[in-house]
């Protein structure tokens, strides 16, 4: 599992879910450590972070972890990206990342699409299911034509999408995995601060939004991990 901040962890849902299903997790903080030989290793997760996917010249070490998840990619072994993840993985196919519909921040209601319901990660999973957003970039459209479009919001046209032939890779726009109530007020705590948007007003009330939604939200990301958590068993 590569890390790029120190405070944006795997979160409380992620966690419980690799213990759930019995899969130990390696992280690496990818901003402070080389990664390890992935040759050993059955699924790699790249978390998501304060940082974009073309900013190699303030972040050196951006340019390792593509080549890292470029040499991955051609294992052919699985892998889910969280938001920054989901760029970095979909720039070694092609596509591109620019600001999208704007800031987007919150609780809303992504929707598979026709892929996206027959797809094994989404198994178990209603077709209109709940999203913790924190991003202000996104892919863009078109798609390139080797990447599937698994689901979709009003604030994000791709909020899912894998490798065309290749349902073990995929990425996730959303942040899920940070949607518990205290994961969400250690987001408001550093990310908004840090960008000097402590006030934002999508901010207000996240915390008792992310209470009032704990339990569907954690059911769903639940299932969607067991379910990619099984891919790395075949």
Known sequence: MLQHAEWQSPGKLLLQSARESRVRLHRINVSQESAADFADYDGLIILGGPFQ???????????????????????NRPCLGFNLGQHLLAETAGASIGTGYG?????????Q??????????????SSFPLF????????????RNMVLLATSKDCMVEACCLEGRPHIIGLQCDNHLGAPEDVARLIAHEMVGIG??????????????????????TTFRSMMHNFFTMLKK
């Open 113 to 126: 699409t026709h892929q996206g319901k027959k797809h094994p990660l989404f198994l178990g999973v209603s």
């Open 197 to 218: 948007q402590a006030d934002h007003p999508r901010t207000q009330g996240l915390v008792e939004q992310a209470e009032v939604r704990a339990a569907v939200l954690a």
């Open 103 to 111: 800031t987007s921040i919150g609780f809303i209601d992504g929707h």
């Open 133 to 144: 957003k924190w991003h202000t970039r996104a892919i863009e459209s078109p798609l390139p």
């Open 53 to 75: 996917n073309d900013q190699e010249k303030q972040y050196p070490f951006l340019r390792e972890e593509k080549r890292l998840i470029r040499a991955w990619v051609n294992l």
